[in-house]
């Protein structure tokens, strides 16, 4: 475990309510796990200690992990952050990595690149073929009062903070030897998906970071 590992909280949101899904995906088996445990896992193979956010009832003994609700509920992925940031404080930690429930593929790997990429900056967030993914991040705890200031504002979205906080994009398919398959922020929100995330982890082609 690095020492930035040691101060960062990993953080699994899965606080949402998986209408495209039809019910909660958190536990749904993908790949001879449940799909929350895929996130659960790189984050602890980075060498940090894992927390999930939700409100559904028996994570914790079927997870393996602490979990906690929302502090305001209904608030979307930034009142999710919120309370991480809450629960980092409480650890003494400096930050969080921000990781959602439903992105099988991010790996250890990719995870430690991102940490290593914090120099001061408030939050690390890498950018895929279709743009940044702010819910594969880090987020330093110097943010906590921008993110309040926006959740009592008209823009809730994760982008919009990532626009007026300091952040470091890193280019995932450019940079630092990464090579990027189509799946590796592939997001599981309908039953479709998940059997398509099925198929690719029974293949064994879960994505590896070189590098």
């Not at 609700?69 to 003494?92: F, N, S, Y």
């Not at 940044?132 to 926006?150: A, I, K």
């Not at 929100?189 to 198929?199: F, G, K, L, P, S």
């Amino acid at each position: 475990m690095t020492s930035i590992a040691r101060n960062i909280l990993g953080v699994v949101l899965a606080g949402g309510r998986s209408r495209r899904f039809g019910t909660s995906k958190i536990l749904t088996e993908v790949g001879g796990s449940p799909l929350a445990g895929w996130a659960i896992a790189s984050l602890k193979e980075a060498g940090l200690s894992v927390g999930v956010i939700s409100s559904e009832d028996g994570l914790e003994s079927a997870l393996g992990v602490p979990v906690r609700p929302d502090l305001e509920p209904d608030k979307g992925p930034l009142g999710g952050l919120l309370t991480a940031l809450a629960w980092a404080r409480e650890k003494k930690k400096i930050g969080v990595f921000l990781l959602g429930c439903d992105m099988p593929f991010v790996t250890a790997g990719l995870i430690e690149v991102l940490l290593s990429n914090i120099n001061g900056s408030t939050a690390v967030v890498p950018v895929g073929r279709i743009g940044p993914e702010p819910l594969c991040s880090f987020y330093h705890l110097s943010c906590r009062q921008t993110v309040r200031e926006l959740l009592d504002s008209q823009d809730r979205s994760m982008h919009g903070l990532l626009k007026i906080i300091k952040t470091k994009e890193v280019l995932v398919a450019n940079e630092w030897g990464i090579k990027e398959r189509d799946h590796l922020f592939f997001n599981v929100n309908t039953r479709e998906e998940a059997a398509e995330a099925e198929d690719i982890l029974t293949r064994g082609e879960r994505q590896k970071i070189e590098g």
